[in-house]
């Protein structure tokens, strides 16, 4: 069959609304973007993982401590989960899970805006699961519905475990809330850093080509304008029930259409952070992943080693 | 517990405490290498054994506060440096992967043999928990006994580094088998096996044999208690270990976090 042929009857099962599996044939373009998509949400889980990461030896009590360790270890089970989706997706170029991770190291793929940011205080290790989580969430709904259904399949669990981190985040925000004064300046404070790089992280209102064939190919279902409409409104009554300030002076609801009106995050600088790796955080944090990929390799040789002769001295002698 | 004499609260607190602190204090150093291990597989089994290890600290603790000791927060967060009674050598910041493996190797025979001998207790509700935590606990020593053999045949530089990790902490393990003060109490519960003597000769012997069927170099006489942690006696990297453990919840102390 030609080429034209199967991609057309490709995009007739996709408008259908059928799913398709990772041994389907899938049009090079598709399975381009899936790569491009889920290496980066992988990496990004990965990423992720840094900022919140820092604040484990330094949780206040013993159930926070318990609880945050097991958080930072869910995203680094999502990073490992979906790295592997992608390596199936990246075998017909022959790139496995050395190169994925490599890709960082060398800048070759981007990760959230949001973790290329500081997170100075305990309340930032609350913001984070509050409104990243959170916002996470809203984005992956989304992909639920996915048009490639091991992506979709996987998101189900990952969505179910983002609520719980969630709900943990919340927890956090909350004692910070009905505490002390400098645990309410504390919790502000994060809210205020956190806010922007969340207007900014569901990207712009204008999407880009990439984002556009998504749709198309119902990769992903919904607008970036839609999924930052949908989080603004989950989050003001949510944070000003907190007794907490939003840091834009702009934020107003149409009271007839009841579109949110916001301030505009700094594209440019966001931007930026993300495609060069620029932001405050993003080197110190591909030093870690440098650290655990690239300088222990040398585990991950002898490990390959010690089990290739182990099987080999179990192999019955012809 | 009503019906525990004085003498008996005292000596279930001396026996429980330092396997507490050791517990707590490799959970601690095990989170440390969160998101930082050689591979991702790797980062999930890890941090739930140190999950694991601070979940049956916490349980110790409860233990303890329910033997007139303040509660597990306040054991683990308000305690100076000299309350402490975990071995030195597990306070030793963390350093390559070689070393935290062979540290945990030796640590996991250690607790396996320290536990294992926990249930010949009369104290039923130490045997409940010690019972639970044995099932987590084989894979622990699973887990580290696998990565020690891996490092040790892998390749030549595995094998270096693992052996002088190996070298690193053999002279700083004396005070892991030691108990605070005299031993007297080990009798009162009738935990003779658990005697510092006894535990040196069983884990000496599980060590041979792990050492001659790896045909690792023996490294040397078994130290003595030159510094002894269950007396409180630690070095800086607790005192560091412990500044940043509470620098959170010294911002207020008594606000709820």
Known sequence: ?318 | MANLGESETRALIQLIKPIADDEWIVGHRGSEWLALTPDLEEDLAFSSISQDELGHAQFYYELLHSLGLPSADELVYLRPASGWTNAQVLETPNQDWAHTVALRYLYEILDDIRHEALLGSWYQPLTDGVRKIRMEEKYHLQHFATGFELLATGTELSRQRLIEGIADIWPRLGDLFAWGGSEEFLEKLGLPNLAQAQLRHSWTTRMEKTFHDLELPWPGPMPGVNVNGRNGEHSQNLSKLLDVMTEVRQIDVNSPW
């Open chain 1, 1 to 318: 069959m030609e080429e034209t042929e199967r991609t057309r009857i490709f995009m007739e099962r996709i408008n259908a609304g059928e799913k398709i599996e990772a041994n389907d044939w899938m049009p090079a373009e598709y399975r381009n973007l899936l790569i491009k998509q889920i290496h980066m949400h992988g990496i990004s889980e990965i990423m992720g993982a840094y900022p919140e990461k820092e604040w484990v030896p330094k949780a206040p009590s013993i159930r926070r401590k318990l609880a945050l360790n097991a958080k930072v270890q869910d995203e680094i089970g999502h990073g490992q989960m979906l790295l592997r989706l992608a390596e199936d997706l990246s075998r017909p170029y022959g790139r496995g899970r050395e190169e994925l991770m490599d890709d960082v190291l060398d800048g070759r793929v981007k990760f959230h805006n949001v973790f290329h940011m500081e997170a100075p205080t305990w309340a930032d290790a609350g913001v984070i699961g509050f409104l990243v989580d959170g916002g996470a969430i809203i984005t992956q709904a989304m992909l639920l519905d996915s048009s490639y259904a091991p992506y979709a399949r996987m998101l189900k669990r990952i969505v179910a475990e983002e609520s719980f981190h969630m709900q943990h985040g919340e927890a956090v925000v909350l004692a910070l809330a009905e505490g002390s004064q400098a645990q309410r300046d504390m919790l502000q404070g994060a809210i205020n850093r956190w806010w922007e790089p969340m207007m900014f992280f569901f990207g712009p209102v204008q999407m880009g080509k990439g984002a556009q064939r998504m749709m198309e190919y119902k990769i992903r279902t919904k607008t970036n304008e839609e999924l930052r409409q949908k989080f603004i409104n989950r989050y003001v009554p949510r944070i000003t029930s907190l007794g907490m300030t939003i840091p834009d002076s702009e934020l107003r609801q149409d009271p007839d259409t009841k579109e949110w009106h916001y301030s505009q995050p700094d594209w440019e600088r966001y931007n930026a952070m993300v495609r060069l790796n620029s932001g405050p955080m993003s080197q110190a944090r591909i030093a870690m992943r440098r650290q655990a990929h690239e300088e222990q390799r040398w585990v991950r040789e002898a490990m390959n080693k010690a089990s290739e002769r182990q099987v080999s001295e179990h192999q019955p002698a012809i």
